[in-house]
């Protein structure tokens, strides 16, 4: 990433939602725990952050309208950002409706929130710069066109009145605020997407198009009686009061702040059949898919942020920010997102667009954001941090951010492949003439010992993620000098020793006589990377542990081998840490895949208690690490930069005949049998005290079976029998 000519500032943000659902409130500072670790101001700071989208929230000071206010948290959080030098971007209202007593469709919203507005300032005269109502219009569309949010309306009506009502709110908040700090400056952010369909759904498109700058278009004071939405709103009861109101312009924002995620932009198409099922709807009078625009081959430059930044300023002529950049995916696909609005926003300002910054939002991550906050599953999403640790860990979207804070450029070799929406993978339907990547222009990942089945599948998830990688199978080239020279004839950013994976399988299915597990070649391999300069993964076992702690085991224990093999693990873990500390060693659980048919004999032959080291029907607890969720665990640790040991399984420990007929139900349509109902003795389970980065057994299960399910169930059956 460049950032040629004047310097673009780099912001962030953290995700702060503060949405009622029900009588329910999601609270995104608690529920990332940010609400109870004042030190990540700190860990922003050294981030090179000089300015910071941040919660001083209505509903967090006043739970209820009539509460006495509670300033106690945002007085310490504000005055700590104040002594870092950064300067705080305050809301007041993230998709909130306001407290208990209040909602976006009383009457009575603007004047109380204008009310709180003017605490804020009286209290806080040092803030310059304000968000009073973050993105009205999305707000709007999910509390009351789609139901998700309060008060769950489901009507252009209800859609249209909540809109007009935060916009006026924002007004009179920032009237108030002006009084005592005139120089206060409105930062108004918006998503900002546009739709695109087929030629039968133009119509549709084109009202989604035109709605879409309803909130903007009212705080510039853009609708009035000649508006085409003016008389929708009148007959939809907006007061034509409010109108006139908004009309005078006194609710023009000084900066635009433009939202922009890769389902901002959409496509419309009434060919039902070939999408999702979940994509399918309708306006009453068409039935249509609405899709991820980035899914469907539109003509170069027509999606994407250079396209919407400068649509806004085209329109307005304000000048505008990325006032939200975040992706929940992989790390490289965040980082690949980063890159592009960056430079993005970089070539606009060169052009004379005035786009003042980009901003890192979710820096702590997100939860359950992939339903709209609808779903309390607890899915998490990290950002430049991620909270599943002791700490907040910084992940390579730090390192980013912290390169383009302070020089303005970052470089991975993981950007010299283009994200997954610029692929030929996004498609949902094939698209003639879609390219591949070249892969002589990336920076390859050299993944040894790729012969056994999970090695292959660890292959084809760096395919998936667009990992340009060179594969070696195994025995071949890992002598000294023909190593070294391999990696210095690939130029290779990173190496994966993949034996770990199918040794430790072949392991537990006989590990009376198993395989020898050779610490000299995994010596050879960490001291070549060593020498090299280069990361090392590599994949070991929980048959490290004899399992007689009496407990899950974590990083911390030290290992205690029981056995030939697990006596070559060891060995082999301790040869990488002495030729390459910052070698990173991940181990797994019982690693299992699908579709694949050959497995489905392991898991029943070792069911019925052949050549285990755990006497039959002697209880034995376990964890599980399903594949993709394995691998993409630990490309992302790699990709941050990651050393050391780290337990990566599926959370939920299970006996060990369970889980093993959970598996095999799964692949070859058994029954689960029962568990063992001895006294359990042995407890080889994990966990970890650096971050429990995988889904609960149960999610790993379920889209194993779905897998299983997509493959073919007779062939399945047959490897089993």
């Not at 002006?178 to 546009?194: K, N, S």
């Not at 898919?289 to 085209?314: K, Q």
Request: hydrophobic residues 45%; aromatic residues 6%; charged residues 25%.
């Amino acid at each position: 990433m460049s950032a040629g000519g004047a310097p673009l500032e780099l912001w962030g943000g953290f995700e702060c939602t503060v949405a009622r659902i029900g009588d329910r409130f999601r609270d995104q500072v608690r529920e990332t725990g940010h609400r109870w670790r004042s030190a990540d101001l700190d860990a922003v700071a050294r981030l090179g952050i000089r300015a910071l989208r941040y919660p001083l929230l209505w509903e967090s000071v006043a739970p209820e309208v009539s509460a006495t206010p509670d300033w106690s948290w945002q007085d310490a959080r504000l005055n700590r950002l104040r002594r870092l030098g950064i300067v705080p971007i305050v809301g007041l209202l993230h998709h909130g409706s306001g407290p208990f007593g209040t909602g976006l469709l009383d009457p009575d919203l603007p004047r109380l929130f204008a009310a709180y507005a003017d605490r804020v300032a009286r209290r806080y005269p040092w803030l310059r710069q304000f968000t009073p109502v973050n993105e009205p219009l999305t707000t709007a569309r999910f509390a009351g066109l789609y139901g998700h949010w309060y008060p769950h309306a489901r009507s252009e009506a209800a859609f249209l009145r909540m809109a007009v009502n935060q916009c006026k709110a924002t007004l009179l908040a920032m009237r108030a605020i002006r009084r005592l700090i005139p120089a206060a400056r409105l930062v108004q952010t918006e998503d900002i997407g546009r739709t695109f369909s087929t030629p039968a759904l133009a119509g549709q498109a084109a009202y989604e198009n035109a709605r879409r700058w309803l909130s903007l278009d009212l705080l510039c004071g853009r609708v009035d009686p000649a508006h085409p939405w003016y008389e929708r709103l009148i007959d939809h009861g907006v007061p034509a009061a409010d109108l006139a109101l908004l009309a005078t312009g006194e609710g023009a924002p000084g900066l635009i702040g433009v939202n922009h995620y890769l389902t901002s932009e959409r496509y419309l198409d009434g060919r039902l059949r070939a999408y999702p099922a979940a994509s399918r709807g309708g306006n009453g009078r068409q039935r249509y898919a609405d899709v991820e625009a980035v899914r469907v081959a539109l003509p170069e430059g027509a999606t994407g942020p250079a396209a919407r930044l400068t649509e806004v300023w085209e329109r307005y002529r304000i000048p505008v920010a990325v006032t939200e950049v975040h992706h929940g995916c992989s790390r490289d696909e965040q980082l690949r997102w980063l890159a592009e609005v960056w430079n993005a926003a970089t070539a606009l300002r060169d052009r004379g667009v005035p786009v003042e910054a980009v901003t890192v939002w979710s820096l702590m991550g997100a939860v359950d954001w992939n339903s709209l906050l609808v779903d309390r599953a607890g899915i998490y999403e990290p950002g430049a941090f991620d909270i599943r640790a002791p700490k907040p860990r910084a992940t390579a979207l730090a390192t980013a951010v912290r390169a383009l804070a302070t020089t303005g450029r970052y470089d991975h070799p993981v950007l010299d492949s283009p994200g997954w929406w610029h692929r030929p993978v996004r498609f949902y339907r094939r698209q003639a003439g879609a390219v591949a990547m070249r892969p002589d222009r990336a920076r390859p990942l050299l993944i040894l010992a790729v012969d056994g089945r999970l090695a292959q599948g660890l292959v084809r998830i760096c395919q998936d993620r667009g990992l340009h990688r060179v594969t070696v199978p195994a025995g071949a080239s890992e002598e000294d000098p023909t190593l070294d020279a391999l990696i210095a004839r690939h130029a290779a950013w990173a190496i994966i020793d993949a034996a770990g994976l199918d040794a430790d399988a072949a392991g537990r299915e006989d590990s009376g006589a198993a395989r020898p597990v050779c610490a000299d070649r995994a010596g050879r391999i960490a001291a070549a990377c060593a020498r090299a300069g280069l990361p090392l993964l590599t994949f070991s076992s929980d048959r490290v542990f004899d399992g007689s702690l009496g407990r899950p085991a974590d990083e911390a224990d030290p290992v205690r081998p029981d056995g030939p093999y697990a006596h070559g693990v060891a060995a082999s873990e301790a040869r990488i840490r002495s030729r390459h500390p910052r070698a990173l060693i991940v181990r797994p659980g019982l690693v299992f895949d699908a579709p694949d048919p050959a497995f489905a004999a392991v898991p029943l032959r070792d069911a019925h208690g052949e050549g285990t080291e755990t006497p039959p029907g002697q209880p034995e607890l376990l964890s599980v690490s399903y594949l993709p969720d394995l691998a993409h665990a630990a490309l992302d640790l790699l990709i941050d930069d990651v050393s050391g040991p780290w337990h990566l399984v599926n959370r939920g420990a299970v006996d060990r005949d369970a889980a093993l007929a959970e598996i095999a139900h799964g692949v070859a349509g058994h029954s689960p049998t029962a568990v063992g109902s001895g006294i359990l003795r042995i407890n080889r389970a994990l966990t970890s005290t650096r971050g429990l980065l995988m889904p609960t057994r149960a999610s790993a299960l379920q889209r194993f079976r779905d897998a299983v399910a997509a493959a073919s169930p007779l062939a399945v059956r047959q490897a089993a029998e």
